[in-house]
Structures are given as C-alpha cells and as structure tokens.
C-alpha cells in the first residue's frame, strides 16, 4: 500500500508542476496582450508615452509586455500604399524607438533609419518602373500601329493586352525584394531589442 500512495504523491507533484508551468506560460501571454494592447492604444493616439506606459508594468512582466508592443509595432510597419499606411508605419518605427529607449538599446536607430528609408524609397522605386513599363509598352504600341499605317493617335500603355500581366508581375518583384529587406530590418531590431 506504501507504494501506491507513492506512487498518488508522485503523479499529484507532477501535475502540480505542469499546472505550475501552464500558470507561467499563461502570465506571459496575458502579459504579451497587454504589450499589445499598449501598442495599438499608442498607434490610435489613445497613449503618447509608449514607454512611459510600459515602465509602469510590473518587473517580471516587462519583457513579455514588451514583446506583446513590438509584435504590434513590428507588423503595422508595411510597405506604403497609401498615406495612412505610410503615417502608421512611422508612428511604429517612432514606438519602436520609444522601446528601445527604455529598454537602453541604441543601436536600433541606426535599423530605424534603413526601414525608413526603406519606406521611403518604395514608393519612388514603384514610380519609376511603373513609368519605365508604360514607356516601354506604348513604345511597342506604336511600332504596331506604325506598320499597320494606323495613326497612333493617343497611345495609352494601359490598351495593350499584357499591360495588367506586365503591371502585376512587376508590382509582385518589387514588393518580394522590399518585403525581404524590410523583414531582414525587423528581425534585427528585434535581436537588438533582446525579444528574440
């Protein structure tokens, strides 16, 4: 009998530790939401001391609460295709700087600038190819209407039949190769912040 509540009290101290563990991991995802939260409060405008706000939480939370806002800064930093995408990805990068304040890391500005300027040659990169497509489309537009002795008249890139196909497979290249330096940048800073 001596071996059968042995036995009971082993299996009763090992769910005592996996409920111990489970408590642990479910602290640290609480935690993380509220890092989260925090972040997406700071992007709406609802809280303008990012770092303020997570100093106050407690010390043996801080790194899941900071995990939690840089998860929510990190994918709100996309490439722009609009002027509130733009706006969002910089007040990001601007909680990412507030983070790595607090947390004491410097050499995350240095990663900023690069995804800023990143950012910021996107759209002027998608200008330029854009126009280099059209040119290069309504160029061959007129050699066709020139041997058929058709007056061109005006020639729209966007009337020949691959236009669409040409126009996607670039948005698709440029996007893959902007995308990868961008997510090159966001793993970096978050190894330098220590969130890893």
Do not use: W
């Not at 983070?99 to 900023?112: E, I, M, Y």
């Not at 300027?117 to 309504?138: D, F, G, P, S």
């Not at 978050?190 to 890893?196: A, I, K, R, W, Y």
């Amino acid at each position: 009998m001596a071996e059968i509540k042995s036995t009971m009290d082993l299996v009763m101290e090992r769910m005592a530790k996996m409920t111990a563990n489970s408590e642990t991991v479910n602290n640290d995802e609480e935690f993380e939401k509220a890092g989260m939260r925090l972040a997406a409060d700071f992007l709406s405008g609802k809280v303008t001391d990012l770092a303020g706000e997570l100093a106050q939480q407690p010390a043996e939370s801080q790194k899941a609460v900071y995990k939690g806002a840089a998860d929510i800064l990190m994918r709100n930093i996309t490439l722009p295709r609009d002027e509130e995408v733009k706006d969002r990805a910089e007040a990001s990068l601007n909680g990412v700087m507030e983070l790595a304040g607090a947390l004491g890391v410097s050499a995350v500005s240095q990663t900023c600038s690069e995804l800023q300027q990143i950012l910021q040659q996107y759209n002027q990169h998608k200008e330029q190819v854009v126009q280099q497509l059209e040119e290069a489309l309504r160029g061959q537009l007129e050699q066709q209407y020139a041997a058929q002795g058709v007056d061109p008249g005006q020639l729209r890139a966007s009337m020949h039949p691959k236009y669409g196909e040409e126009m996607g497979k670039m948005q698709q290249d440029l996007n893959g190769q902007y995308l990868q330096a961008m997510d090159q940048r966001k793993e970096l800073i978050l190894e330098q912040l220590g969130l890893v």
